[in-house]
């Protein structure tokens, strides 16, 4: 960005003056710049004036197949010629049906019912409604509190941020939420000296046990992120978490709620992260990658039970809940390219020897004395920088730029999040630099 004449800088001013973005303090702009983005292919980003960015945090977790996917590409366009939306209160369409049949195959045991929403934190109200309503119904009006990790995350909407415990996003609005208890998050990386993450996380279960047994007659459901919570710097844990979870919520008869909107579509190293637990939750929420990072679409996907506690003659016992956009047909087909590609390609297999190339050659970067706490799930990795930089994140994705990498550290985590099509060339690249930048900013 040179000078203010490049399409980058015009693009910049643009969108600065029209634009309010996302997640951001819009004055931080004015010392660190937007990027303008002109096309994707692959795993890069392109921007205006001829640079290119290697997108290591997969658009915000939603990319796992790269950026103009020819296959995603065409299934949209050949749906965009038959049918773009209808309503899915009182019709339906052969992409959401299909998609719906394939998730209950896919996905762990008995979740056999297929809710739509349009993003992430809708999936979270929907399930939290659902629940609630499900006690309701069953003659449990008092199950109306809802139980999450500390250090979650399940979106930013009022009713996901009362189970989100990101002081960050949830501070100025307080007074506006329902406060809702937390449990002690079994991250691998508060575990005693010499204890071992599986030994904390039964410790934290304990922890959990406690919890229920004082408060579940006022307890509807229990909110987790399957083994990465993400927004809390990808806080990884072990899966006997997982197990112990779902033995204390049948116990105390809890609804567990898997939020798997970041972690699920492979990105753990199952297709779903709640396998490694061995378990099935009574609600799997999906959104982020289901559409391979193409268009807003989430799931709720729930079991037998509790679908035909709302099944009944009276509308009230009915869940009414609805979105305008519910269901779209081209982000179902989108998804449905998606779980082709994950078929066609066995992407969870592949998956497997990606992430173990790259950890086979990340030892000049694990090994640098300012990288702490390396760890690995899956296709996530992460890892604490000792920098004496305050502003660590802003200079980090600043200085990594003009490396041809994305990167968008959490405070001071930085982490790997790409999407799944990354070549042994790229994923040499992305340590290369990152040790680059590391080395400027220790
Ligand atoms: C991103 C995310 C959400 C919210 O999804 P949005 O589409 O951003 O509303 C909820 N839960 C988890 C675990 C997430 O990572």
Request: charged fraction near 15%; aromatic fraction near 10%; glycine fraction near 6%.
């Amino acid at each position: 960005m040179k000078t203010n004449t490049t399409p980058n800088a015009r693009l910049i001013k643009r969108s600065l003056s029209s634009v309010w973005h996302p997640c951001s303090q819009m004055k931080h702009y004015a010392s660190f710049p937007l990027v303008p983005i002109s096309r994707g292919q692959g795993a890069w980003l392109y921007d205006f004036d001829g640079n290119k960015y290697l997108d290591t945090v997969s658009s915000w977790w939603v990319n796992l197949f790269g950026h103009c996917n020819p296959r995603i590409n065409e299934a949209i366009r050949s749906q965009l010629e038959t049918l773009e939306h209808v309503m899915l209160a009182g019709f339906t369409h052969e992409p959401v049906v299909e998609l719906s049949e394939r998730l209950r195959e896919l996905a762990p045991e008995g979740l056999g019912h297929c809710f739509y929403g349009s993003d992430g934190a809708s999936a979270t109200e929907i399930a939290l409604k659902m629940s609630a309503h499900y006690w309701r119904n069953s003659g449990k009006p008092a199950k109306t509190q809802f139980l999450s990790l500390e250090n979650s995350y399940h979106g930013e909407t009022l009713g996901a941020l009362s189970v989100t415990d990101v002081a960050l996003f949830r501070d100025a609005y307080g007074p506006l939420i329902r406060q809702q208890a937390t449990v002690a998050s079994p991250d691998s990386r508060n575990a005693a000296e010499g204890e071992s993450s599986q030994a904390f996380a039964l410790r934290c279960a304990d922890a959990l046990e406690l919890h229920l047994q004082r408060h579940h007659t006022q307890i509807a459901a229990f909110i987790i992120e399957p083994l990465v919570q993400g927004a809390a710097g990808m806080a990884m844990y072990h899966p006997v978490y997982l197990q112990r979870a779902r033995q204390l919520c049948d116990q105390y008869a809890v609804h567990l709620i898997a939020d798997e909107i970041a972690v699920g579509m492979g990105r753990t190293g199952t297709m779903f992260a709640c396998e490694q637990g061995g378990i099935s939750p009574d609600f799997l929420l999906l959104s982020k990658g289901i559409t391979g990072g193409y268009l807003p679409l989430s799931i709720v996907m729930t079991t037998e039970s509790i679908y035909q506690e709302f099944y009944a003659d009276k509308i009230a016992h009915g869940f009414l809940h609805s979105h305008s956009y519910t269901g779209n047909p081209l982000a179902c087909r989108a998804a449905l390219a998606t779980l082709d590609i994950f078929a066609s390609d066995n992407i969870v297999v592949a998956n497997r020897q990606k992430s173990s190339y790259l950890n086979g050659i990340a030892e000049d970067l694990r090994g640098m004395p300012a990288v702490k706490n390396w760890r690995n799930t899956g296709m996530i990795w992460a890892f604490e920088v000792d920098s004496p930089h305050a502003d660590f994140a802003q200079r980090c994705f600043q200085l990594a730029l003009k490396h041809e990498l994305l990167l968008r550290p959490m405070g001071n985590t930085v982490y790997f999040m790409p999407p799944y099509i990354l070549s042994n060339a790229e994923i040499q690249h992305l340590l290369k630099c990152t040790r680059l930048v590391v080395e400027a900013l220790a």
